[in-house]
């Protein structure tokens, strides 16, 4: 499975989250707050995605080269 950049970095926010499971809950429970319809367009997909992998891919995936997109 390809995430994009933006994917990538929206997972690298809740990557203290771990497991994957945990992430895609994470994500869920904040969808029916969001109001701003690119951001849940972005996100619906990508907890899909996060959905088809297994935790293994999960774990294998490269976040070197993806920016924090909260500073911490």
């Not at 935790?55 to 909260?70: H, K, Q």
């Amino acid at each position: 499975m390809i995430f994009s950049s933006s994917e990538l970095a929206i997972i690298k926010m809740y990557l203290s989250e771990a497991p994957r499971i945990q992430v895609i809950r994470k994500i869920e429970s904040i969808l029916p707050y969001i109001d701003d319809e690119h951001m849940k367009s972005e996100l619906k997909p990508l907890v899909q995605k996060l959905k088809q992998i297994s935790d293994t891919e999960f774990n294998n995936l490269d976040f070197s080269d993806v920016p924090d997109l909260i500073e911490g």
